[in-house]
Every structure is written in structure tokens, then in C-alpha cells.
Nanobody, 122 residues
Framework: QVQLVESGGGLVQAGGSLRLSCVASGRTVSSYKMGWFRQAPGKEREFIAAITWSGGSTYYADSVKGRFTISRDSAKNMVYLQMNNLKPEDTAVYYC???????????????WGQGTQVTVSS
């Protein structure tokens, strides 16, 4: 079992930046691949980015490439999402997730956090 807790969401103006954090706890956290997703009102959940826990390989959705950066601090069991040049369409609840699949990027995630709200005003 893996527990995930996100933080760092809030209200920001368009063009601004936010950094989301996700702390992971539980057994063998280092064996999981990590991802960030978001869900806007009335829309399906959308994949944003993924990272391997130890290797540092990353993968991004085209919609955020060049603006968002996923990173991790293995020693602290933390995963981050740095979001720059935010746009109103980035407004959503952002979720951290962990995947136990052996391939990368994952197509299935096994554990989810509770989410953190990001609101971008125009």
C-alpha cells in the first residue's frame, strides 16, 4: 500500500507559476513510478507527466511540454510538479499517482492522492 498526499495548489494569475508537491509513504515506495494527472470540472481526468522513481526518466503530455516539469527527491520520498506560464485552461484538481507496472511510461496507476486545487485567473 502507498499513501500519497499532494500540496501546493492555490490561486494564481495567468502567466504565473506554482509548484505542487506529493509526499509518498508506504512499503517499497522506491519501486513505483510516479505521475501527475488533473481533472477539470466536467472533463475527464488527464495525464500530465510521469517519472521513474530511481532513474529519473520523464514523460509529458503534449499540452504541458515546455511549461511543466516533473521531478523527484528520492531521499525525501517527494515528487514535484513545477508549473510555469500557467493558463486559465490549466485550472483543475491535480492528482499525484503511483504505478507498479514494470514498463514506462505507465498506462495504469494503482494509488492516488486526494488532489489539490489549482485555479488560474485570467
Amino acid at each position: 500500500q502507498v499513501q500519497l498526499v499532494e500540496s501546493g495548489g492555490g490561486l494564481v494569475q495567468a502567466g504565473g507559476s506554482l509548484r505542487l508537491s506529493c509526499v509518498a509513504s508506504g512499503r517499497t515506495v522506491s519501486s513505483y513510478k510516479m505521475g501527475w494527472f488533473r481533472q477539470a470540472p466536467g472533463k475527464e481526468r488527464e495525464f500530465i507527466a510521469a517519472i521513474t522513481w530511481s532513474g529519473g526518466s520523464t514523460y509529458y503530455a503534449d499540452s504541458v511540454k515546455g511549461r511543466f516539469t516533473i521531478s523527484r527527491d528520492s531521499a525525501k520520498n517527494m515528487v514535484y510538479l513545477q508549473m510555469n506560464n500557467l493558463k486559465p485552461e490549466d485550472t483543475a484538481v491535480y492528482y499525484c499517482a503511483a504505478s507498479a507496472v514494470p514498463y514506462f511510461p505507465p498506462r495504469r496507476y494503482d494509488f492516488w492522492g486526494q488532489g489539490t486545487q489549482v485555479t488560474v485567473s485570467s
